[in-house]
Every structure is written in C-alpha cells, then in structure tokens.
C-alpha cells in the first residue's frame, strides 16, 4: 500500500516571501499521480498543482511550482509571493495511474501560516 | 464552472440514528468518492462508484455504510446507524473520464451526540 508523509505540521511564511513545503511517498509502482490541495478554514478541498510521475518537468501554475524527485520519491511545494489568502492546510496526495477511479491517499497534512 | 455540491452543510443526529449525505457530481463525470476526514486529521479515502457500482472500498466503509446513485445526478451515502465516531466531515468527490483529477465538494459536517 502506498503511503504518504508530511514531516512539517507547521509552516509559517512572511508576505510576499517563498515557503517550501515536503513530502515523501513510498510506492512500489512505477506510474501514479501526485498532487497537491489546499483546505482553507471553510475546509473545501481545492486542488492546487498536480504531476504526473512519467514527466521530468516539474509542474508548475502561477505562484505555486513543485520540486518532483522520482528516484527520492519526494515532492515538494513551493509557493512564491506568497499572500496572505494562501494560508491554509495543504495536504499532499497519491494516486495511482492504472485505472481511473483509483483512491486519493493524503498526507497528514501541512498548516500554513503567512505573516503579515 | 461546474462544481461539486453537498447537501447539507451541517447535520446533526443522535448515536444510533440513520443519516443520509448527499452529493451533485459535476454532470459530465463518471467516477465518484466518498472521502470523511476527523477534525484534526488526514483526509481519508472511503469508497470509490463507477457504472453504479462500487469499484473500491476502504476497511472504515463497513456494512454499516452504502452508497447509491438513485437518480442519475445525486450521490447518497448513507450510514444506517451512526456512532459517535462517524463525526468527521465528509467529503463527496467526482472525476471526469482519464482526467485523473478528483473535484471535490464542500463537505458535510456530520456530528453525532
């Protein structure tokens, strides 16, 4: 089974500084899909950036980019400028590409905190 | 932009009581989750519906929670008696065809007492 880890509970950012967020995975599969979600206080879950294993270049959408190392089973988020409406829990996830319809498995999660 | 709707935002029930949750897939989508998540914790999947029918089930989705798409639109999961443990926010998710992408809604707050 696949797991998911974020070793970071806490993060906290200046306004308009860039803040790195980690996870790591353990798979023994060779294709899957990363992701990225934020959940603000209202708790909706919003996806943010997603990778897919099979390509070397790593996402990227606006403010947010990712660091993928496949062979370190690592993926990271990064959030440059950030603001203060980033703030937020982001939670890291894994799924598998063999068929559509596999599950999401999340991380424990990363509460962001940006400072004014 | 089409999007995932719940209904309600907020039920309150008592210990032993059967609730019903319910979820507007975005129309085109073909796959569906549900996923619960307790305050404080990760979010966790529970069953996944295609071609109504369950494709896959976590080892929380026991017999006391099903799920059904009685309509064609709406997506119901039910738990026939529910526990104080079941309080979590429960969160309904949909995915287009090879779109690998699961939009989610805003959840429903179930708590028991």
Same mark, same amino acid.
């Given at each position: 089974?696949?797991?998911?880890?974020?070793?970071?509970?806490? @993060?906290?950012?200046?306004?308009?500084?860039?803040?790195?967020?980690?996870?790591?995975?353990?798979?023994?599969?060779?294709?899957?899909?990363?992701?990225?979600?934020?959940?603000?206080?209202?708790?909706?879950?919003?996806?943010?950036?997603?990778?897919?294993?099979?390509?070397?270049?790593?996402?990227?959408?606006?403010?947010?980019?990712?660091?993928?190392?496949?062979?370190?089973?690592?993926?990271?988020?990064?959030?440059?400028?950030?603001?203060?409406?980033?703030?937020?829990?982001?939670?890291?996830?894994?799924?598998?590409?063999?068929?559509?319809?596999?599950?999401?498995?999340?991380?424990?999660?990363?509460?962001?905190?940006?400072?004014? | 932009?089409?999007?995932?709707?719940?209904?309600?935002?907020?039920?309150?029930?008592?210990?032993?009581?059967?609730?019903?949750?319910?979820?507007?897939?975005?129309?085109?989508?073909?796959?569906?989750?549900?996923?619960?998540?307790?305050?404080?914790?990760?979010?966790?999947?529970?069953?996944?519906?295609?071609?109504?029918?369950?494709?896959?089930?976590?080892?929380?989705?026991?017999?006391?929670?099903?799920?059904?798409?009685?309509?064609?639109?709406?997506?119901?999961?039910?738990?026939?008696?529910?526990?104080?443990?079941?309080?979590? @926010?429960?969160?309904?998710?949909?995915?287009?065809?090879?779109?690998?992408?699961?939009?989610?809604?805003?959840?429903?707050?179930?708590?028991?007492?």
């Amino acid at each position: 089974a696949q797991t998911v880890t974020q070793s970071q509970p806490e @993060m906290s950012v200046q306004e308009a500084e860039t803040v790195t967020l980690s996870c790591t995975y353990d798979t023994s599969e060779s294709d899957y899909y990363l992701f990225w979600y934020k959940q603000p206080p209202s708790r909706q879950m919003i996806l943010v950036i997603r990778q897919e294993a099979y390509k070397q270049q790593n996402a990227t959408e606006n403010r947010f980019s990712v660091n993928f190392q496949k062979a370190a089973k690592s993926f990271s988020l990064k959030i440059s400028d950030s603001q203060l409406g980033d703030a937020a829990m982001y939670f890291c996830a894994y799924r598998s590409e063999e068929t559509s319809g596999s599950r999401l498995t999340f991380g424990e999660g990363t509460q962001l905190t940006v400072n004014p | 932009e089409p999007e995932v709707t719940q209904t309600p935002s907020h039920q309150v029930t008592q210990m032993g009581q059967e609730v019903i949750l319910r979820c507007v897939p975005i129309s085109n989508h073909l796959y569906f989750y549900w996923y619960r998540q307790i305050l404080g914790q990760k979010v966790e999947f529970l069953v996944s519906f295609y071609n109504n029918e369950i494709s896959e089930k976590s080892e929380i989705f026991d017999d006391q929670f099903s799920v059904e798409r009685p309509d064609g639109s709406n997506f119901t999961l039910k738990i026939r008696s529910t526990k104080l443990e079941d309080s979590a @926010m429960y969160f309904c998710a949909s995915e287009g065809l090879a779109v690998y992408e699961q939009y989610f809604g805003p959840g429903t707050r179930l708590t028991v007492t």
